[in-house]
Structure formats: C-alpha cells, structure tokens
C-alpha cells in the first residue's frame, strides 16, 4: 500500500476529476490524503479520502468562496491581476506548509495537478515521487502549440509558430507573480530554476484528460505523458435523467459549469434561440441563479431549468450541448457522441473551443455578442449537419476505450511501484 497525497486547486472540477483517481487507487488498497485549506474538506465526497488542512492563517475556513467568486467573475485587468494573485499565495502556502505536513503524515507519493505547482515542488523537495494530471488541457509547451488560454486555432506554419511565441511571453509577463512564487521555492528548496507550470511536470509520469485525437497535432509530446480520457466516477454511480422528453423534438442541453453558472443573460439568449427552433431545453446553471430567474428563462424558451443534473446521463439522450468550452462537459459530451456548441469564457476554455472547432465536433460563438439568431443558426447547423455527429461519434469511440479514472490509477500505481519513466512503449501497458 502507498500513501499518496493529492495537491491541487480548490476548484470544482479538478477536485472531482482527482477524487475519481483517488478511488480507484483506494479500491486497490492505497491511502489517499488531500492537502489543501480547509474549505475544501466539505467539497470532498469519498469517505475514505483523508484531508490534511493547511493554511490556517493565510486561509482560514470561509475564506475560499471569495477566491472562487474572483475566479468566476475576473472582470478586467485589475480583476485578472487579483485571480493571478490568488494563485501565486496559494503556490506560496502550500509550498511552506505542505512540506512538513507531508513529513508527518509519512507521504511516500504526490499526484499533482499540473495546474498546483505546489505538489512537484514540495515534491521533489522531499525526494517523493510525483505524477502530474492534466485535469485541464494540458500545459506541455511545443513551439507550434498555442497555450491552452490561446483562443486561435493550430498553424503549423513560421507566422503560427511566432504568434505562440510572443503570445507565452506576454502570458507569462502577466503570470509573473506566480512565476515569481514558483522561482523563490525552487530555490529556496535547492532545485533546479524555473518559473512556469510546464517547468513543473513529472519526469515519470504525467497523465491528461485530452484525448490525443481531440488535441492540436503535437510533435514533443513526452513519452511518458498518457491520455486516459475523462476522470469520472463510474457512470452507473450517477443518478438518471427522469425529465419527460418528447423523442419527436430534438433536446438540447445547456450549462456553463459551477463557475459561470450566473449568466442569465446567456442563457437567456440560448433559451430564445431554442424557442425558435422549437427544440427541447434543458438549462443548468449549477446554482449560480434564483427562483425568478429560473422562471424568466422557461417565459424565454426553456423547457426545464435546474440547478444541477445527471450531466451524463443527460447528454447521453441530447442531440446537441451549449456549453462555456469547460473540458469536462466538453468530454462527456464526446463520451455521448454529442455536437457541441462551444461559447467560451475564461482560463482555458478558448483553447478547448479552439480544439471542438478543430477536432470538427462542433461549432464556437463570441459570447460577448453572439445573439440569439446567432445560436439559433449555429444550433441548426449542429442538428443538421450529419459530419458533426459523426466526428463527435467517433471521438467518442475513442473517449469511451481509453481507460479513465481507472486506467490513471494503474499507470499511477505502477508508476510510482517502479520508480522510473512510465512511457507509452512499455509492452506491458
């Protein structure tokens, strides 16, 4: 048995996605600990995970809602420049505490997001090995490779290879604060420099979400790097979808996710386009609106609005998904062979859109100012163009073998049993 600890963001998502790994590795027998502030304890659903609270004096209890709101509403530069400095005290926490709690606890592994370079740090300051998950796209640089935020599409070409070029610098300008976190603990713990997350990624293994055929064209994708498909609780643990839907009507569903669930006036414009096309919706906007609002937007179009739903039990009866370009629902939406519509937001959902308009899966719009007539048409498109549903099937094919929750837990467990590069040649995997 191995005692692992999980380091990674407090967010939603990337929490879920490694309590899926978290419990396949318990189901065979290993120790999982999540070393994060204390809020995040509440958020943890596996009762066998164990959590270690750090942070208590620069992240007390109830002080995570407000880097969660700032996260979900940046605004602009200023409002930027405060999610970065979020995660630059955060990186800067958990490499000063996590180290002795760590020692204490007997950790003998790290899985670290590659979002949290807190865990490869503290990591290899303890001698520990780590693997790195890429709950979001993953942030493995290559000179013709936009960085996942990077809303344009792959250019193999000199021009593209400049565009990437000058786009990372200026991107990491503005993470210089994080850098600057990232570069002081490096140091400080005797390792070598770097500043940047993919500076932070394990040499032995590291495993992604983002299906290799859903991804740009890489040409230095490192051996040892394994794309498993989506991180996901086992399907039949999820409840199932009881609405009433009519089969003579096509049935879409819409949501932006835990951090973008408020934006009414989006959804607004996609329940009107739906009216107009005389098609099924279904809205969930994860909590992020009240009652009124939720009655506004079935007199706008919607057949159903919601908190939360089975979201893959939903999409495995949709035609078609309007979503914020979030990787997860992007998945599931794979996983069910469903076109997507992608209107993105912040963080890495350009690049994820970027990724659907070029995997041929669907289709993305401004969200800024896509109207209704622009959702409506862009809506049609997906319904009735076949090409659409058929890349989406057969991604899905390939989504649906690659391994998950499960396949990440064995290569993480024989990683580390191993001790050396786990690569995509050994005959045994």
Request: with cysteine.
């Amino acid at each position: 048995m191995t005692h692992f600890a999980v380091i990674a963001p407090p967010f939603h998502s990337h929490l879920r996605a490694l309590e899926a790994i978290s419990s396949e590795l318990i189901r065979r027998g290993h120790r999982l600990t999540f070393v994060q502030q204390a809020d995040v304890c509440a958020a943890l659903c596996h009762p066998a995970l164990q959590f270690a609270a750090v942070g208590a004096a620069s992240h007390p209890p109830g002080s995570m809602q407000a880097v969660i709101s700032r996260a979900a509403r940046p605004g602009g530069p200023w409002g930027l420049k405060r999610v970065i400095a979020d995660l630059a005290c955060a990186t800067d926490m958990l490499c000063r505490e996590a180290p002795l709690v760590l020692s204490t606890l007997g950790v003998e592994a790290v899985i670290a997001d590659q979002m949290e370079p807190a865990g490869a740090l503290v990591a290899e300051s303890l001698g520990l090995p780590y693997v790195s998950v890429a709950c979001a796209l993953p942030f493995n640089r290559e000179p013709l490779m936009p960085l996942p935020v990077m809303p344009w599409r792959y250019q193999a070409t000199p021009w593209g290879e400049q565009l990437n070029l000058h786009s990372a610098r200026v991107y990491d300008w503005m993470m210089r604060p994080h850098g600057d976190v990232i570069a002081a603990h490096a140091a400080a713990f005797g390792l070598a420099p770097r500043r940047t997350l993919s500076e932070c990624l394990s040499p032995l293994l590291q495993v992604s979400q983002t299906p290799i055929d859903f991804d740009f064209p890489r040409q230095a994708l490192p051996r040892h790097v394994h794309a498993v498909g989506p991180l996901r609780m086992p399907l039949q643990d999820e409840p199932p979808l009881t609405l009433p839907i009519e089969t003579r009507r096509p049935f879409v569903f819409a949501s932006f996710g835990t951090l973008q669930g408020y934006r009414f006036g989006l959804f607004q414009r996609i329940a009107r386009a739906c009216r107009e096309l005389d098609v099924q919706l279904l809205v969930a906007h994860c909590g992020g609106l009240d009652h009124r609002q939720e009655q506004r937007l079935q007199k706008a179009g919607a057949t159903w609005v919601t908190d939360f739903a089975p979201q893959r039990s939903v999409l495995a009866n949709a035609q078609a998904v309007v979503t914020h370009a979030g990787l997860n629902t992007v998945l599931d939406a794979l996983e069910a062979g469903v076109p997507v519509l992608a209107l993105p937001i912040a963080f890495d959902q350009p690049g994820v859109a970027a990724r659907v308009e070029y995997a041929g899966v669907g289709l993305r719009l401004n969200h800024r100012i896509a109207r209704s007539s622009d959702i409506c048409n862009a809506l049609l498109r997906l319904l009735s163009e076949p090409a659409f549903h058929e890349r989406a099937s057969a991604l899905g094919r390939e989504v649906r073998v690659s391994g998950g929750a499960a396949r990440a837990a064995y290569l993480i467990e024989t990683a580390v049993r191993r001790n050396r590069p786990l690569t995509r040649d050994d005959d045994d995997l």
